[in-house]
């Protein structure tokens, strides 16, 4: 029902900034509530952002303070601006948004790379 693609990746140094954005298509993002997630090398895909269709937010501990996750529904895009990067902060970041039922619609996430 929905295509997500992320883009906006790359590599950055410690304490510098990223803007990622995830675009839909197929489906207007207006209706989804909408997250950020990252997995790094050999561990769990973890939450790191959710956005609701009202533009409520959430955050984990672990970037509060740092990243802002948005939404632009005209354009059908959601952003995660990732200020004071650390290194592990590293990890291929991945945009969701929550479909009917639960169920989940993944884009195939960009890599992230903070390292001096």
């Known amino acids: 029902q929905v295509q997500l693609v992320e883009s906006g990746g790359g590599l950055v140094q410690p304490g510098g900034s990223l803007r990622l954005s995830c675009v839909a298509s197929?489906?207007?993002?207006?209706?989804?509530?909408m997250g950020w997630y990252r997995q790094a090398p050999g561990k769990q895909r973890e939450w790191v952002a959710s956005?609701?269709?009202?533009?409520?937010?959430n955050y984990a501990d672990s970037v509060k303070d740092r990243f802002t996750i948005s939404r632009d529904n005209a354009k059908d895009t959601v952003y995660l601006q990732m200020n004071s990067l650390k290194p592990e902060d590293t990890a291929v970041y991945y945009c969701?948004?929550?479909?009917?039922?639960?169920?989940?619609?993944w884009g195939r996430g960009t890599q992230v790379t903070v390292s001096s």
């Open positions: 197929g489906s207007s993002i207006s209706i989804y509530p």
């Open positions: 969701k948004a929550v479909g009917r039922g639960a169920l989940d619609y």
């Open positions: 956005i609701t269709t009202r533009s409520n937010t």
